[in-house]
């Protein structure tokens, strides 16, 4: 589909009457409106790699369908042995039992060609400890309802079994909880594991799926708003390109920022008015996003009906290629530090003037912030409380819903004050995933007067981000030295590192303060000597002079970025030498470790060197969709619950099938990124701005015969700042020191300055 758009509407050949069909009109209007070469290009490009990846997925998910056929063939051929189940005493068990599930049960066997509960009973019930029957023909049925049961294993892997019933409604959860001491026993013997009877859970889960698949006023609510918008789009869109509205007012800019021309045309512009070298973290914001879906989607498999779980969890932490997987959690990290390049580099932008550094002008910093997170929060929470529900249909909705969205419902309010970090636990919070905005928003305030001290002194700057690092190291080794925390996949943890450690700021302000110094060294190379301290100049001079410095950066940063990720895979190939001091070394360097090499790597870039790698991350096609990264992290997890929520059998995990997973998943975020972005964030982001920062009134229209922008001599004169020009100086350079001033024939220049 994304190619026949491509073809027909973002065609250069079709510029003149070549094409006589309904599609030319369309390219001209296209053509026309302000969509030049340069955004078309980035659109056949984007076009380009969306049908390859696609076609790659497409391929995946073909032979993952093989790859499903013959595993079951081998699982139905091997046989498990029931002995343990027949040699229990049966009679024993049931006969203090209640009535109604037994007599059900007998009646249908006495009757067992016209009676479908027998049938029911096999055909949709699970056929193993990993299967969860067929939840949907069950679903159907009057005379039944469907039960899972959960087994929480516990010990070296964690995770959660699952077993369905497609049961008579006479056999109910209190006769299951009866009989909880039996089959705990039956479960030990068929696994191997001692099985507890706390360990064993029984949801009646249709009846918890009742408040699922419902239209709430929350979801009315949310649909009439996006209404709203969708109509103001097309109405502002249709005003903007015919241009009926001209000089527009404060309501009217209001009403033509959700114009569709220009919001897609700043969406896919390339243009960065600091420096085009920045351009490069659009490509890092893009790859990593992608790390993070990887890492979210093989945390999510625990939690899934996979056939071969244990295998697959026993066997994948010691598998080389996994320590990609397992090393994604860095991800946020780099986010960090671009995050503190780009704050540093605003602030400094904002408090250049010295007349900005107000206390009015911080607060007015920091709501900025806020209102900058709140539409696309505002949304995603929307999305998880009243849209999700409505894509539930499978056995698991219950469970991943009330983990996803049931802390939403009361916490709402501190996942948008940015406080969930620190007043939830990581696995009740609302959104859990938030955790990063909450970090990244106390960085930014934090940041504030960083800068401040920086424009004051330099060195008492350094001085205290020195002293925040080690405050930072002491606090992640009290951590690690109580709890004995670690990154293992194999050794059980003695409490929750998520909440502990995982999305506390004193555990990652390494990495963002690690992007703000970034910031100094690239802005010190911008500076001349002489004006100023520029401490980190005699490096830049070292760096773009020498090309074997440059080679050495390089090296060190792969070097240690290569480290750090094959550290994921040795902790658990080698788990015998993962000694507690070697684990606290782990979890308290490595993210530092990994940035600081990804810093070596981007400084002779940001230094106009390292051609190829700008080429590569400064790539046109990562411009739009860098934009729209947060979007996707916000979202990607709401399509992985529709994933999830929509299988109603269990699979076979393999890595076709994993990878599939991500590239669908991926994308998919892009596109409603891309959607939401258009609708909400980018109107929002340019009423923000109308509201907060409106523009200054026009000059008044020159006189008649008066040239624009002239001032006469001698208001010229009185503007101009009086140069004293010493005795010894010649004529010459006196002349050219006068001469400076005369450059400029723009008043508001020098009354600004």
């Known amino acids: 589909v994304w190619w026949i758009i491509y073809l027909f509407f973002f065609n250069d050949t079709a510029t003149t009457e070549i094409y006589t069909s309904l599609f030319v009109g369309s390219v001209r209007c296209v053509q026309e409106t302000g969509i030049n070469a340069e955004y078309m290009g980035i659109l056949r490009q984007m076009g380009t790699i969306f049908l390859l990846l696609?076609?790659?997925?497409?391929?995946?998910?073909?032979?993952?369908?093989?790859?499903?056929?013959?595993?079951?063939?081998?699982?139905?051929?091997?046989?498990?042995?029931?002995?343990?189940?027949?040699?229990?005493?049966?009679?024993?068990?049931?006969?203090?039992?209640?009535?109604?599930?037994?007599?059900?049960?007998?009646?249908?066997?006495?009757h067992f060609i016209i009676d479908p509960t027998l049938s029911s009973l096999f055909l949709y019930s699970s056929k193993n400890l990993f299967d969860t029957g067929d939840y949907l023909s069950c679903k159907k049925l009057n005379t039944s309802y469907y039960m899972q049961m959960t087994i929480k294993l516990e010990g070296e892997y964690e995770f959660t079994l699952r077993f369905s019933f497609c049961l008579p409604n006479e056999c109910d959860l209190v006769y299951f909880n009866e009989l909880k001491p039996n089959i705990s026993s039956i479960v030990s013997d068929l696994l191997n594991v001692t099985i507890e009877p706390h360990q064993l859970t029984f949801y009646d889960v249709l009846k918890d799926n009742q408040h699922l698949n419902k239209i709430t006023p929350g979801f009315i609510a949310f649909a009439i708003v996006t209404l709203g918008v969708i109509i103001c789009v097309i109405f502002s869109t249709t005003f903007d390109m015919y241009g009926y509205l001209k000089d527009p007012g404060k309501g009217t800019q209001i009403f033509l920022a959700f114009s569709l021309k220009k919001n897609f045309t700043g969406l896919f512009s390339n243009e960065n008015r600091v420096d085009p070298k920045l351009n490069l973290f659009n490509g890092v914001r893009v790859l990593s996003i992608g790390w993070v879906v990887l890492n979210h989607s093989w945390i999510a498999l625990p939690y899934e009906s996979v056939r071969n779980l244990m295998e697959t969890s026993a066997t994948l932490p010691t598998v080389f290629i996994m320590c990609f997987v397992k090393a994604a959690p860095i991800a946020v990290d780099v986010f960090f530090v671009v995050s503190g390049f780009l704050c540093a580099l605003g602030l400094m932008s904002a408090f250049k003037n010295p007349k900005a550094r107000t206390i009015a002008t911080v607060l007015m910093g920091i709501f900025n912030r806020f209102l900058r997170f709140l539409p696309m929060m505002l949304v995603a929470l929307c999305c998880t409380l009243y849209v999700l529900p409505l894509f539930a249909n499978s056995p698991n909705n219950t469970i991943c819903y009330n983990y996803i969205a049931g802390p939403c419902y009361a916490q709402w309010w501190k996942a948008l004050l940015h406080i969930n970090n620190f007043f939830s636990e990581f696995h009740t919070m609302c959104m859990s995933w938030t955790w990063y905005l909450n970090v990244d928003m106390q960085f930014f305030i934090l940041t504030i007067p960083l800068i401040l001290l920086y424009y004051k002194r330099k060195s008492y700057c350094y001085m205290v981000m020195g002293v925040l690092a080690a405050i930072s190291i002491a606090c992640q080794a009290y951590l690690c030295a109580k709890y004995g925390l670690h990154k293992s996949y194999i050794r059980p943890l003695k409490a929750?590192?998520?909440?502990?450690?995982?999305?506390?700021?004193?555990?990652?302000?390494?990495?963002?303060?690690?992007?703000?110094?970034?910031?100094?060294?690239?802005?010190?190379?911008?500076?001349?000597?002489?004006?100023?301290?520029?401490?980190?100049?005699?490096?830049?001079?070292?760096?773009?002079?020498?090309?074997?410095?440059?080679?050495?950066?390089?090296?060190?940063?792969?070097?240690?970025m290569s480290f750090i990720v094959t550290t994921s895979y040795l902790v658990d190939k080698y788990v015998e030498y993962y000694t507690n001091v070697l684990s606290s070394f782990d979890v308290i360097f490595s993210r530092p470790i990994f940035t600081t090499g990804f810093c070596l790597v981007m400084y002779p870039v940001l230094l106009g060197k390292g051609k190829l790698i700008l080429s590569i991350l400064g790539f046109?096609?990562?411009?739009?969709?860098?934009?729209?990264?947060?979007?996707?992290?916000?979202?990607?997890?709401?399509?992985?619950?529709?994933?999830?929520?929509?299988t109603h059998h269990s699979f076979f995990y393999s890595s076709s099938y994993y990878l599939a997973r991500i590239v669908g998943v991926y994308f998919a975020g892009f596109i409603f990124s891309f959607v939401i972005s258009l609708l909400y964030e980018v109107p929002c982001m340019h009423i923000q701005k109308i509201l907060l920062y409106p523009a200054p009134p026009p000059r008044a229209p020159a006189k008649e015969g008066d040239k624009p922008n002239a001032i006469k001599e001698e208001e010229k004169k009185a503007l101009a700042p009086k140069i004293e020009v010493p005795p010894s100086a010649s004529s010459e350079e006196a002349k050219a020191k006068e001469s400076k001033p005369e450059q400029n024939t723009d008043p508001h220049l020098f009354i600004s300055f």
């Open 54 to 110: 696609l076609f790659c997925w497409g391929s995946l998910g073909f032979r993952e369908g093989f790859m499903h056929n013959y595993e079951m063939a081998k699982y139905v051929n091997e046989r498990i042995t029931w002995k343990s189940v027949m040699n229990l005493d049966w009679a024993s068990m049931l006969k203090n039992q209640s009535d109604a599930c037994v007599n059900k049960v007998s009646q249908a066997l006495n």
């Open 496 to 560: 929750d590192m998520l909440t502990l450690y995982f999305m506390k700021p004193y555990t990652r302000i390494n990495t963002y303060m690690i992007g703000m110094i970034l910031y100094f060294m690239y802005d010190d190379s911008k500076k001349k000597e002489g004006s100023e301290s520029l401490p980190w100049k005699p490096l830049q001079r070292v760096v773009t002079e020498s090309a074997a410095v440059r080679y050495l950066f390089y090296a060190l940063g792969i070097g240690f």
């Open 620 to 646: 046109s096609m990562f411009g739009p969709l860098g934009k729209i990264t947060f979007g996707v992290y916000m979202l990607h997890l709401q399509i992985l619950f529709i994933q999830y929520t929509n």
